[in-house]
C-alpha cells in the first residue's frame, strides 16, 4: 500500500510538471504581453526596457526555470492589467468560487442520489420514466442558458432573486447571511443542473446492475426489508463507479463555474480566468491553469486512494 | 434490422429525437432559401426594425415570426444561419476526433507494450482535466476562429474514442478469427483495418451520436464566453451571448430562443443516442 502511494504521488508530480511545460510554452506563443502594458506611444526603447524588465527578453527555456523557481516559493507573478500579485488575485477569488461549487455538489447529491435509487427500484413507475425524461433534457441544456432564462423569470420579470454579485458577506462567505445566500441560489442551482441530471442516470444504471446480482436476491430470501436492501445492500456497491465519475464531476464543476461566475457576475476565480483571456493577462491564466491542475490531480489522488477504503477488493498493483 | 426498426418505432423518444435531427439536417442545407433575409448582409438590415418581439406577442410583426435584435436582423434568420455553424462544428469535430481516436487506439491496442502504455498514459491525463477547460485553454492561446475551435474540440474528443477502441482491440485481439488470419499472413494494418475495426465499430457509432450532441454544448458554451467562432459567423452559442445585454430590459427573444434551438437540437441527439445505447449492447438483451 505505502509503495503504491509513493508510486501514484511521483506520477502525480510528474503529470504536474508535463502540465505546466505545455501550459507555458503555448501560452508564451500567444500575443505580446509587452504591448499590454507600456503606453500606446510607447517609444522602442520603452517597449525594449519592458521586455527586459519581464525577463521576456530571455530564451523561452530560461523563462521557464525562472518561471518554475519562482512557483516553487510561492510567487506566480503579477498580473499585467491589476499590477498585483496573480497569488492574491486568485486567492481572494477562492472562497466565491468554493461556495458556488460546495453548494452545486451538496444540491447534485441530494437529488440524484435519492432520484437514481427510485429510479432504479421502480423501474416501469411513471415518476421513474418522468425522471429518466427528465434527466435526458437535463443533460441536454446549455448551461449559460438556464442561468439566462432563471435571471429573466426570477430577477427580470417577479424580481425575487438578485441577478448578479455575491451581496452581503461575512468572513468571505455569502452563504452566511440571508442577502449573501440570495446571491448564491441562482448561480448554484444552474451550476448544478447538469451534473445531477448526469449523476441521476449514473445512480440508476448502477443500481439496475447491482440489483440484478445474486446476493441482492439472497437477501431477499433473507427478509430484508425493501429500503433496507436498496440503501444497505445495494448502494454500497452501486456508488464505487459513482465516486469516480463524481470526482471528475467536480472538475467539471471548477471548469462551468467560469461560466456560471461570467452570467452571474459572481467574483470568483473562473470570471477573473474569462477576464483575464480577453484581456490576455498571461500570468492570471498560467496562475490559474496551474492551481486548478493541481486541484484535479489531488482529487485523482484521493479518489485512488478512497477507492482500496471502499471496496477491498481492488488490488491497486 | 426489421427488429430493430420495430423496437425504434416503438421508442416514442427515439423517433422523437429522430425526427428532431432530421428536421435539423433538413433545416441546416435549405433553411436560407426560405427564410426573408440574409443575416450577414448588413445592406438588408433596417435599424428602424430593432427589438421587434415574436410574432405571437401584442407588438409582434408577421415578417419576424421570432422577433429581431438590435440591428433589426430577422431572429429566425439568425437562427437558420447560426444552426448551421454549429451543426457544422459538430459534425466536423465528431468526424475528425472519431477518425483521430480510431487511428490512435488500433495503434495502441495492436501494437501494445511500450507504445501502447505512452499512448493510454496521455490518454488518463487528458481525461482526468475537464474538456471545456482543456478546451478552453486552447482557445485561449489559439484566438477565435472557425477552424481553430474545430481543431481545438477534436484535441478535446479524440480520447473517448482512442481508449473504446483501444479496450475492444484488446477484447477482439484474443479471438481465433483474428488468430487464423495473422496465420495465413495478413499484414498487421490490414489485420487492423479490415477484421478488428469492423467489430469495434458498434461501440463507435455509440459515442460518435452522444458526442455530437456534447461538441455543439461545449461549442455554444466557448462561443457564449467570447472564446469560440468569430463575430463574423455567429453559431446559436454566440447569438445567445448577443442577446445577453438587453435580457435586463426585458427583451428576451434575442437570448433566450437561439438557446432553445440548441436545447433542442442537442436533446433530439441525445434522445436518439440513448435509444442505440440501449439497443446496440448486447449486455441488456
Not at chain 2, 468569430?230 to 452559442?237: A, D, F, H, I, M
Request: hydrophobic letters at 55%; charged letters at 15%; one cysteine or more.
Amino acid at each position: 500500500m505505502l509503495i503504491y502511494l509513493v508510486q501514484r504521488f511521483l506520477q502525480t508530480i510528474a503529470v504536474l510538471v508535463a502540465v505546466s511545460v505545455i501550459v507555458f510554452f503555448v501560452m508564451s506563443f500567444t500575443g505580446d504581453p509587452v504591448m499590454m502594458i507600456v503606453p500606446p506611444d510607447a517609444t522602442a526603447e520603452q517597449i525594449e526596457a519592458a521586455r527586459h524588465e519581464l525577463g521576456l527578453d530571455r530564451p523561452l527555456p530560461v523563462q521557464y526555470i525562472v518561471f518554475m523557481d519562482n512557483l516553487l516559493h510561492g510567487d506566480m507573478g503579477r498580473s499585467y492589467l491589476f499590477r498585483q500579485p496573480v497569488v492574491k488575485l486568485i486567492t481572494e477569488r477562492v472562497k466565491a468560487t468554493l461556495e458556488m461549487v460546495m453548494l452545486a455538489v451538496l444540491l447534485s447529491l441530494a437529488v440524484a442520489i435519492p432520484a437514481g435509487v427510485y429510479a432504479a427500484a421502480a423501474p416501469d413507475s411513471r415518476l421513474s420514466r418522468a425522471l429518466m425524461g427528465g434527466s435526458l433534457f437535463g443533460i441536454s441544456l446549455p448551461s449559460f442558458w438556464v442561468g439566462i432564462l432563471l435571471i429573466f423569470v426570477f430577477a427580470v420579470e417577479w424580481g425575487l432573486l438578485p441577478s448578479s454579485g455575491r451581496g452581503k458577506t461575512v468572513a468571505g462567505w455569502s452563504f452566511l447571511t440571508r442577502d449573501g445566500l440570495a446571491h448564491l441560489i441562482m448561480p448554484s442551482v444552474t451550476l448544478a443542473l447538469g451534473t445531477l441530471a448526469m449523476l441521476t442516470r449514473l445512480v440508476r444504471a448502477q443500481m439496475r446492475e447491482v440489483l440484478r446480482q445474486d446476493y441482492i436476491r439472497f437477501a431477499r430470501a433473507k427478509g430484508v426489508s425493501p429500503s433496507g436492501l436498496l440503501f444497505s445492500h445495494a448502494l454500497k456497491n452501486a456508488l464505487i463507479p459513482v465516486i469516480t465519475v463524481f470526482g471528475l464531476q467536480v472538475g467539471n464543476l471548477i471548469a462551468f463555474a467560469t461560466v456560471t461566475e461570467t452570467i452571474f457576475a459572481w467574483p470568483g476565480m473562473g470570471k477573473l480566468l474569462i477576464d483575464a483571456i480577453n484581456t490576455s493577462d498571461r500570468p492570471i491564466i498560467v496562475a490559474y491553469l496551474m492551481i486548478v491542475a493541481v486541484i484535479f490531480v489531488g482529487i485523482n489522488f484521493v479518489i485512488d486512494v478512497a477507492y482500496t477504503l471502499i471496496d477491498p477488493r481492488i488490488d491497486l498493483r | 434490422m426489421s427488429e430493430f426498426l420495430f423496437r425504434f418505432s416503438r421508442d416514442k423518444g427515439a423517433v422523437f429525437g429522430f425526427a428532431v435531427i432530421a428536421l435539423f439536417a433538413l433545416l441546416a442545407p435549405i433553411g436560407p432559401y426560405f427564410v426573408s433575409q440574409n443575416p450577414y448582409d448588413l445592406g438588408s438590415l433596417d435599424l428602424a426594425n430593432a427589438y421587434k418581439p415574436p410574432a405571437w406577442l401584442a407588438d409582434g410583426d408577421a415578417a419576424f415570426p421570432l422577433g429581431t435584435d438590435e440591428q433589426g436582423r430577422d431572429m429566425l434568420s439568425g437562427i437558420v444561419y447560426g444552426t448551421r455553424i454549429s451543426l457544422f462544428i459538430g459534425l466536423c469535430v465528431t468526424l475528425f476526433s472519431c477518425a483521430l481516436g480510431t487511428i490512435v487506439g488500433l495503434w495502441a491496442g495492436c501494437a501494445g507494450g511500450r507504445v501502447d502504455s505512452v499512448l493510454m498514459r496521455i490518454v488518463d491525463v487528458q481525461l482526468s482535466f475537464p474538456a471545456m477547460l482543456v478546451a478552453l485553454f486552447i482557445m485561449s492561446a489559439f484566438g477565435r476562429g472557425l477552424w481553430k475551435l474545430i481543431a481545438a474540440l477534436t484535441l478535446v474528443g479524440w480520447v473517448m474514442y482512442a481508449r473504446t477502441v483501444r479496450g475492444a482491440v484488446l477484447a477482439e485481439k484474443g479471438r481465433e478469427y483474428v488468430e487464423a488470419a495473422r496465420l495465413i499472413g495478413l499484414p498487421p494494418i490490414l489485420l487492423a483495418l479490415r477484421h478488428i475495426l469492423p467489430n469495434v465499430a458498434t461501440p463507435l457509432i455509440v459515442i460518435a451520436t452522444v458526442q455530437v450532441g456534447n461538441v455543439i454544448l461545449t461549442e455554444a458554451t466557448l462561443s457564449y464566453l467570447g472564446v469560440g467562432v468569430p463575430v463574423t459567423e455567429p453559431s446559436l452559442g454566440l447569438l445567445v451571448k448577443n442577446g445577453y445585454d438587453v435580457l435586463f430590459s426585458g427583451i428576451w427573444w434575442v437570448s433566450v430562443l437561439p438557446g432553445s434551438f440548441i436545447m433542442l437540437l442537442v436533446f433530439g441527439i441525445n434522445l436518439l443516442g440513448d435509444f442505440l445505447r440501449d439497443e446496440l449492447n448486447p449486455r441488456l438483451k
